[in-house]
T-cell receptor, first 114, second 109 residues
Framework: DAGITQSPRYKITETGRQVTLMCHQT?????MFWYRQDLGHGLRLIYYSAAADITDKGEVPDGYVVSRSKTENFPLTLESATRSQTSVYFCASSESSGEDQPQHFGDGTRLSIL | SQKIEQNSEALNIQEGKTATLTCNYTNYSPAYLQWYRQDPGRGPVFLLL?????KEKRKERLKVTFDTTLKQSLFHITASQPADSATYLC????????FGTGTRLLVSP
C-alpha cells in the first residue's frame, strides 16, 4: 500500500551511540519532515526537506543530521545520542509547501536512550 | 514567533453530545488552519482544513470554524461516539507547520 513507513518502530540505545531512523514514502511528495513529540511540547520540527539534496533546519535541529539523496527517503541520524533525545519521532510528507497542504505522517519511532 | 495554543486538559463528554475543542493563535495571522486526529501509538491523521475567509467548514459529523477577530478556531464533533476518543491537534504555517500540543477527547458510553 502507498504511504509513509518509519523504521524501526521501537529502538533502545545507549548515550554516545549513533542511531539512524528511517523514513520512506511512496507518494513522491516533494516535502518531507521530521518531528519529535514530547509531553508538554507537542510536535516540534527538527528538519525538513523541500526536495532531494535540499534540507533545512526546523525548531530543534541540534544533535541531529539529515540527508535526502532520493525523493522517497529521508533518514534522521543522531550522531551521538543523549538522554534528552529520548522521544517519539515522526516523519511526515506533503505535496508542496503551501499553508493549505496537509501533511501525511508515519506511525513513529519510539526511541529510548539509556 | 507564531504560537498555537490548545487546552491541555482532557475533555470528557458523554456519547451523543457535541464535543467542542478550541485552538487559539497569537503573533501571526494564518491564512489556513488544519486539524488532525492522533490515536495512541499512531501518527497524526489530517481531518480538515479551513481558510481564513471561510466562517465554517463541515465534513460529516465534524465542523470547524475560524474567527479571525478572536484569533480562534473551534472544532466540533456532533453526536460523539466512543470511537471519537483521541487527541486532536490544530496546526498552521507556511512551509513549516506549527502544531498545538493537542487536546485529548474522551467520549464515554
Amino acid at each position: 500500500d502507498a504511504g509513509i513507513t518509519q523504521s524501526p518502530r521501537y529502538k533502545i540505545t545507549e548515550t554516545g551511540r549513533q542511531v539512524t531512523l528511517m523514513c520512506h514514502q511512496t507518494w513522491s511528495h516533494s516535502y518531507m519532515f521530521w518531528y519529535r513529540q514530547d509531553l508538554g511540547h507537542g510536535l516540534r520540527l527538527i528538519y525538513y526537506s523541500a526536495a532531494a539534496d535540499i534540507t533545512d533546519k526546523g525548531e530543534v535541529p541540534d544533535g541531529y543530521v539529515v540527508s535526502r539523496s532520493k525523493t522517497e527517503n529521508f533518514p534522521l541520524t543522531l550522531e551521538s545520542a543523549t538522554r534528552s533525545q529520548t522521544s517519539v519521532y515522526f516523519c511526515a510528507s506533503s505535496e508542496s509547501s503551501g499553508e493549505d497542504q496537509p501533511q501525511h505522517f508515519g506511525d513513529g519511532t519510539r526511541l529510548s536512550i539509556l | 514567533s507564531q504560537k498555537i495554543e490548545q487546552n491541555s486538559e482532557a475533555l470528557n463528554i458523554q456519547e451523543g453530545k457535541t464535543a467542542t475543542l478550541t485552538c487559539n493563535y497569537t503573533n501571526y495571522s494564518p491564512a489556513y488552519l488544519q486539524w488532525y486526529r492522533q490515536d495512541p501509538g499512531r501518527g497524526p491523521v489530517f481531518l480538515l482544513l479551513i481558510r481564513e475567509n471561510e466562517k465554517e467548514k463541515r465534513k460529516e459529523r465534524l465542523k470547524v470554524t475560524f474567527d479571525t477577530t478572536l484569533k480562534q478556531s473551534l472544532f466540533h464533533i456532533t453526536a460523539s461516539q466512543p470511537a471519537d476518543s483521541a487527541t486532536y491537534l490544530c496546526a498552521s504555517g507556511f512551509q513549516k507547520l506549527v502544531f498545538g500540543t493537542g487536546t485529548r477527547l474522551l467520549v464515554s458510553p
